[in-house]
């Protein structure tokens, strides 16, 4: 156990003096050139220092939070209820699925239930992370939701109607990235990350009524 720690410690003065001769003979123009950019960077890292000094209570929000964070806090929201109305409709789905088919259909309505579970989890710790809070009021929750809670009267319905819905959120969730843009690229590659997945559902459920036989 004693080995490893004894042989870092061998090991890093030694490199540390290599960098140390190397350094006179690396070209010295690109190291003039190079001073006086990060100097500017020193520079602008003690303003980074003191602007984090002021308003700790905003967390992970800094003054150079460009997106207008109301309203991305808004959509976020409007994409949380969106995605709890999922899972109860896939949870619904997965109860009531019944037929020749149902088993391995089931599967895959529980598994779209537990993934649209872990998007509203995901989606909730950005809203607090951006100082808001999450909605998940109920009484509101299918009204502010993109997409719709259609039970289906039977097991090929409820695949269709999960499409629909996977197809809305996708749009929907398009719309977010696009007025997220670069101006707050985590909840923009968190929304990404999401629509790849909802895109996934909709063409699993594309495929299973291709080829579709019966009711
Ligand atoms: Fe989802
Ligand atoms: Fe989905």
């Known amino acids: 156990m004693s080995a490893k720690p004894v042989s870092q410690r061998e090991t890093a003065p030694s490199k540390a003096a290599a960098a140390k001769t190397a350094t006179p003979t690396s070209g010295k123009s690109s190291a003039k050139s190079s001073a006086t950019g ?17 308003h700790i209570e905003d967390g992970a929000v800094t003054a150079s ?26 949870k619904r789905h997965y109860f009531m699925a019944s037929g020749l088919m149902a088993d391995a259909i089931k599967a895959e309505f529980l598994e779209h239930a537990n993934e649209e579970q872990a998007h509203a989890d995901l989606i909730a710790e950005r809203i607090v992370q951006l100082g808001g809070e999450p909605d998940l009021n109920p ?17 090929r319905d409820m695949v269709k109607e999960d499409l629909i819905a996977e197809r809305i959120a996708i749009d929907s969730y398009r719309a977010i990235i696009d007025f997220v843009g670069d101006k707050d690229t985590t909840t923009k590659r968190m929304m990404e990350h999401i629509l790849a997945q909802e895109e996934e559902h909709a063409d699993e459920l594309a495929d299973m009524l291709d080829g579709w036989t019966g009711r």
């Open 38 to 54: 990060s100097s500017d960077f020193v520079a602008d890292i003690g303003a980074i220092r003191a602007r984090a000094r002021k």
């Open 65 to 90: 939070y460009a997106a207008d964070r109301e309203a991305v806090i808004r959509l976020l929201n409007d994409a949380l209820a969106t995605e709890i109305v999922c899972v109860l409709r896939y």
């Open 139 to 155: 009484d509101a929750l299918s009204r502010r939701a993109h997409a719709e809670y259609v039970e289906g009267s039977d097991l």
